[in-house]
């Protein structure tokens, strides 16, 4: 399980697609998921930090089945919580934990959906970083900075750090 956290706009959804279509290249039997698709599937599933632990909780489940089965999931989820990612960590046999650490200020100068702008108006409710808290990683096994890394180099550090097992 590779599993990308980090706020929304850092970077973590890119990496991950790129990791995603790097691995199905080199024949690893391998999953996508993201959250931005798992919402669209569940569009009922609130923001409130009971009912994003909830959506985490079901998503992990989901992905540890597959990890149980042979496959390798690349997941990316703002997923703002450490008891969320705890939870799942403990569902998965490997748990990749990929924390892409981008400022909140170059989040919001990224902003392409204009969620940030929208969240300091006051239009969403709930926006991690903004009004909702994002609580970083203490010790994930790789940390990707993108102020400093390229998105090549992103990919690459995570398939350095994948590639030690295929």
Known sequence: ML???G???????TIATRVHEELEKRGVNVEYIDGDALRE???????TRSEREEHLRRTGYMASRLA??????????????????????????EFVEIYVATPLEECERRDVKGLYARARRGEIKNFTGIDDPYEAPE???????????SVDQCVDRVLERHGARH
């Open 7 to 13: 706020l929304s706009g850092s970077g973590k959804s």
């Open 68 to 93: 149980a089965h042979g496959v390798t999931v690349v997941a990316s989820f703002v997923s703002p919580y450490r008891e969320s990612r705890e939870f799942i960590r403990r569902l998965c046999g």
């Open 41 to 47: 599937v569940f569009p009922s599933t609130g923001f």
């Open 139 to 149: 010790n994930p096994e790789l940390t990707l900075d993108t102020r400093a890394l």
């Open 3 to 5: 599993w990308f956290t």
